[in-house]
């Protein structure tokens, strides 16, 4: 079954909490602190394979999740750390978070992605022993491992794209000259599935082809097979547009694929383009002509047009040298551009005056920033020495400080995301 597009939930292993104890052996009073420290929770990371073709597997394994790490034990023995989760997905896997943006795009085989991140495990308390603290009773919690619900969009890695309405010759194209084997028959939407086949140019240079659905006219808003297998052309150097020469309007079959295109949430119309005319075999030479010149009133005037044949190969040649023209001059293109853009990586600085925020609201004080967030995480607030150290660290921090400057007094609560204590 080809899967192309599915919504996971990834979940990194969480941290496990560090130990608060004490040394207890015989004929020793007083054993100093020997809690071990917390492992760290495994990471969820993606990886392309060639040796998958399809996000099938994610159908019915939609929650994804790594291993937690083991608590911290007496004696100062540190916690287990999770196992990362390695998940393999299809070269041209494009992993969106729920809203849209892309989080990694992994378009060549064994590119990697961390896509949540596991927890810190906390500390022990024989971690927080010093010249002053001999017998510290704190322990932290472990952190919370990252939890994302994402998209999987398996996007096909080829050079070209065939387009075009049902019953255009696209898979007959492909398998005569491919090594592809698509389902053909004299009937609209035989290809409910996109296929590529790899095709020899000349001795040196081979392209990869994507034949995808059939288009018609309303796709964009799901009629027929809808437009969502467009997605496979993303990619694409160059679309090839081949239409039917026993289409009574030519013009018209031009123009209905053009306007799908152009409709695409992505603008594909603007692609570079080659229009064919296909099953010109057993047709006059004027009644191809006549066709041609149809055709032609409706292209751009830089769009090339050929008429073909995929039984006869008649055309066949010219037009793949002209693919590899295009293809070869895009891809020199997007090098260019590549360069361009890796020489004016801008420099970010961080700001350290943003790092905390204090807001006074109807219910107390909301301090939000990712570090005290953390540190608020790995509190034991059933602790009175755990949430004495979390108000050590904001005084250190300022934010005690621009407390008070806000106005606050004895008894109003102050909340750190989804915990509350009390000034």
Same mark, same amino acid.
């Given at each position: 079954?080809?899967?192309? /597009?599915?919504? %996971?939930?990834?979940?990194? +292993?969480? =941290? *496990?909490? &560090?130990?608060?104890? $004490?040394?207890?052996?015989?004929?020793?009073?007083?054993?100093?602190?020997?809690?071990?420290?917390?492992?760290?929770?495994?990471?969820?990371?993606?990886?392309?394979?060639?040796?998958?073709?399809?996000?099938?597997?994610?159908?019915?394994?939609?929650?994804?999740?790594?291993?937690?790490?083991?608590?911290?034990?007496?004696?100062?023995?540190?916690?287990?750390?999770?196992?990362?989760?390695?998940?393999?997905?299809?070269?041209?896997?494009?992993?969106?978070?729920?809203?849209?943006?892309?989080?990694?795009?992994?378009?060549?085989?064994? /590119?990697?992605? %961390?896509?949540?991140?596991? +927890?810190? =495990? *906390?500390? &022990?308390?024989?971690? $927080?022993?010093?010249?002053?603290?001999?017998?510290?009773?704190?322990?932290?919690?472990?952190?919370?491992?990252?939890?994302?619900?994402?998209?999987?969009?398996?996007?096909?890695?080829?050079?070209?794209?065939?387009?075009?309405?049902?019953?255009?010759?696209?898979?007959?194209?492909?398998?005569?000259?491919?090594?592809?084997?698509?389902?053909?028959?004299?009937?609209?939407?035989?290809?409910?599935?996109?296929?590529?086949?790899?095709?020899?140019?000349?001795?040196?240079?081979?392209?990869?082809?994507?034949?995808?659905?059939?288009?018609?006219?309303?796709?964009?808003?799901?009629?027929?097979?809808?437009?969502?297998?467009?997605?496979?052309?993303?990619?694409?150097?160059?679309?090839?547009?081949?239409?039917?020469?026993?289409?009574?309007?030519?013009?018209?079959?031009?123009?209905?694929?053009?306007?799908?295109?152009?409709?695409?949430?992505?603008?594909?119309?603007?692609?570079?383009?080659?229009?064919?005319?296909?099953?010109?075999?057993?047709?006059?030479?004027?009644?191809?002509?006549?066709?041609?010149?149809?055709?032609?009133?409706?292209?751009?005037?830089?769009?090339?047009?050929?008429?073909?044949?995929?039984?006869?190969?008649?055309?066949?040649?010219?037009?793949?040298?002209?693919?590899?023209?295009?293809?070869?001059?895009?891809?020199?293109?997007?090098?260019?551009?590549?360069?361009?853009?890796?020489?004016?990586?801008?420099?970010?600085?961080?700001?350290?005056?943003?790092?905390?925020?204090?807001?006074?609201?109807?219910?107390?004080?909301?301090?939000?920033?990712?570090?005290?967030?953390?540190?608020?995480?790995?509190?034991?607030?059933?602790?009175?020495?755990?949430?004495?150290?979390?108000?050590?660290?904001?005084?250190?921090?300022?934010?005690?400080?621009?407390?008070?400057?806000?106005?606050?007094?004895?008894?109003?609560?102050?909340?750190?995301?989804?915990?509350?204590?009390?000034?």
């Amino acid at each position: 079954m080809f899967v192309d /597009n599915v919504k %996971v939930v990834v979940k990194a +292993g969480d =941290g *496990g909490n &560090g130990k608060l104890s $004490f040394r207890h052996e015989k004929f020793i009073d007083k054993g100093g602190p020997d809690g071990g420290d917390g492992g760290d929770g495994g990471d969820v990371v993606f990886e392309a394979s060639r040796n998958q073709n399809t996000l099938a597997t994610f159908r019915f394994q939609r929650r994804l999740q790594a291993q937690s790490g083991e608590p911290g034990d007496m004696r100062r023995k540190h916690g287990k750390s999770g196992k990362n989760l390695a998940v393999q997905v299809p070269v041209g896997t494009v992993i969106n978070d729920i809203k849209g943006s892309v989080v990694a795009d992994l378009a060549k085989d064994g /590119n990697k992605a %961390v896509i949540a991140n596991g +927890g810190k =495990g *906390g500390f &022990g308390n024989a971690h $927080f022993v010093s010249s002053t603290r001999q017998a510290p009773r704190i322990a932290e919690k472990g952190e919370s491992g990252e939890e994302h619900e994402l998209v999987l969009e398996l996007k096909m890695i080829a050079d070209v794209g065939l387009v075009g309405l049902p019953n255009a010759g696209k898979s007959t194209l492909l398998a005569t000259i491919s090594n592809a084997q698509p389902e053909i028959a004299n009937y609209p939407f035989t290809t409910v599935r996109p296929n590529l086949g790899v095709v020899d140019i000349d001795t040196k240079s081979s392209l990869l082809f994507a034949d995808i659905p059939g288009l018609i006219e309303g796709a964009s808003q799901g009629r027929g097979l809808g437009d969502d297998f467009l997605r496979h052309v993303e990619r694409t150097q160059v679309l090839v547009h081949l239409i039917d020469i026993y289409q009574d309007d030519v013009k018209q079959a031009y123009y209905t694929i053009q306007n799908e295109l152009k409709a695409y949430k992505i603008n594909l119309s603007k692609r570079p383009q080659i229009v064919a005319l296909t099953k010109i075999e057993g047709l006059d030479e004027e009644i191809v002509a006549d066709k041609m010149n149809e055709l032609m009133q409706a292209l751009p005037k830089k769009t090339k047009a050929f008429a073909i044949s995929a039984h006869s190969k008649a055309g066949i040649r010219e037009l793949l040298f002209e693919i590899k023209r295009i293809v070869t001059k895009e891809n020199k293109r997007l090098a260019e551009d590549v360069q361009a853009a890796a020489n004016d990586i801008p420099v970010l600085k961080i700001d350290e005056a943003k790092s905390w925020q204090v807001e006074k609201t109807d219910k107390g004080f909301l301090v939000s920033g990712r570090r005290i967030e953390r540190f608020a995480e790995r509190t034991d607030f059933s602790s009175f020495h755990a949430v004495q150290r979390l108000r050590d660290i904001m005084k250190k921090m300022g934010i005690m400080h621009e407390l008070t400057r806000q106005g606050i007094e004895g008894g109003n609560k102050i909340r750190i995301k989804n915990h509350t204590i009390e000034y």
